[in-house]
């Protein structure tokens, strides 16, 4: 009686996870179709041929092309979840060198997820609408440092912590949107000045507590 009970929750389990995989795979798969081809000149063909299955399986997984980059977004937040507890402690320090290696540190995981990042900025660049789906509240890293701020006692409440991390992070990520159009740049001298007006401007905003 018992395995008569527990079989139909084995079943959904690996359904659950022949699912997962195949979503997974479907990902791999959109990955490097969207390296090779760009966003916009690949299509759902391309990615399920990719994946080695189907259209229609496919579209059991994504309604759109679009929702993949859901995926990929929530693949390459690992490297927007920096320890930004360590950043905040060296930007109330005023320790402009430590911040520097954080940033350089940050420059050098751009490589691992330049494939995942490029289509989704791709696709956002061409359509407000996208942008918004992909980017509904914060760009990846906002959040984090935004909530590391408020951890070191740097600003006193969450819109101060908004406003200092959006003054903060722009220009880094003015920095990885060229490093992902191939532009390039000096690394070490843009980690020596963002270091250098990082910490000036939490001098300020300590004063101004």
Do not use: C
Not at 23 to 49: C, H, M, N, P, W
Not at 100 to 106: G, K, Q, Y
Request: hydrophobic share 45%.
């Amino acid at each position: 009686m018992e395995q008569k009970q527990t079989a139909p929750g084995r079943r959904r389990r690996v359904q659950a996870t022949h699912r997962e995989m195949t979503r997974t795979l479907l990902t791999d798969a959109a990955i490097t179709v969207f390296a090779e081809k760009g966003y916009a000149q690949s299509t759902i063909d391309q990615i399920a041929a990719e994946a080695g299955t189907s259209r229609a399986t496919f579209y059991l997984h994504f309604r759109t092309k679009a929702d993949l980059l859901r995926d990929l977004l929530e693949r390459a937040s690992g490297a927007f979840t920096e320890p930004y507890t360590r950043l905040a402690a060296s930007l109330r320090a005023h320790d402009p060198d430590a911040v520097r290696e954080w940033i350089l540190e940050a420059m050098r995981g751009w490589i691992e997820v330049e494939d995942i990042m490029r289509p989704v900025y791709e696709a956002a660049n061409a359509s407000a609408e996208t942008y918004r789906d992909i980017f509904p509240d914060d760009l990846p890293g906002i959040a984090e440092m935004s909530e590391a701020l408020l951890e070191a006692d740097i600003v006193a409440n969450a819109e101060q912590a908004e406003i200092y991390t959006i003054i903060l992070y722009s220009p880094l990520l003015h920095l990885f949107r060229k490093h992902l159009r191939g532009e390039p740049f000096d690394h070490e001298f843009a980690a020596s000045a963002i270091a250098n007006a990082w910490t000036d401007t939490i001098v300020g905003a300590l004063h101004a507590r």
